[in-house]
């Protein structure tokens, strides 16, 4: 199907525990981000990525790593979790920077992670 | 700090009435500006923009108006509809930056 997909779409783990989320899209869109949505702190960006192999950080980085090494990948790793890393994590994509405030950021449908 | 502020967390509203959502900013170097909404267990759907050269942006029953002097920009939904009923997020950039997001307001449309 075509779109922004993510994976999974419910997940729950241990605290410690090495966790990755996907996520994956078809419109070849150059950028991607990581957010996370947190009750009285809306969407939060924790990872962006302007390319394949060019990542940078968000307002919330710490305890996330992400890589993309292709254009339509990009997922989320939680090295270690914790339990303050309970959230909905959210994937988006857009065709163009930011920069020019003209973009539209496409969102994937959501990852819930439990951490125990 | 947070840069985005939605202070009302929640509004109902009859349907064929005029549904008012407020945001407000910090950074007055915040120059575009968007709403998204949001249904249970979705993602947010794209709704609406401003730039900061224009105060008012119609789309059909959406109208987004910003008052930079304020720093705030509101979204009308007229007539609001029982399908309206979700949850909205503002959010702002300034150029070359990220997109900050509100905390949301969560509508409901009586019918």
């Known amino acids: 199907d075509a779109g922004i997909t993510q994976s999974p779409r419910y997940k729950i783990t241990e605290t410690g525990r090495q966790v990755t989320l996907m996520c994956h899209q078809t419109w070849s869109h150059s950028y991607m981000f990581w957010y996370r949505q947190d009750l009285g702190h809306g969407l939060r960006l924790i990872y962006y990525?302007?390319?394949?192999?060019?990542?940078d950080k968000g307002e919330v980085p710490d305890g996330y790593v992400v890589s993309r090494s292709k254009t339509e990948n990009f997922p989320l790793t939680l090295e270690s979790a914790t339990r303050s890393q309970t959230s909905v994590y959210f994937c988006?994509?857009?065709?163009?920077?930011?920069?020019?405030?003209?973009?539209?950021?496409?969102f994937g449908p959501g990852t819930r992670l439990t951490v125990l | 700090d947070q840069q985005v502020k939605q202070n009302s967390p929640s509004l109902s509203v009859q349907e064929g009435r005029i549904s008012i959502l407020n945001c407000d900013y910090t950074n007055s170097m915040f120059d575009y500006f968007l709403w998204y909404k949001k249904y249970p267990a979705e993602g947010p759907t794209f709704l609406i923009s401003?730039?900061?050269?224009?105060d008012k942006n119609e789309d059909g029953r959406f109208t987004v108006f910003l008052n930079k002097s304020a720093k705030h920009l509101s979204l009308h939904i007229v007539p609001s509809q029982p399908g309206d009923s979700a949850v909205y997020f503002c959010?702002?950039?300034?150029?070359?930056?990220?997109?900050?997001f509100g905390t949301g307001t969560s509508l409901t449309v009586i019918p």
């Open positions: 401003i730039s900061s050269i224009k």
């Open positions: 959010a702002a950039s300034s150029p070359g930056n990220q997109f900050y």
């Open positions: 988006a994509s857009s065709e163009s920077t930011w920069a020019g405030g003209t973009d539209t950021q496409y």
């Open positions: 990525s302007a390319a394949a192999d060019i990542t």
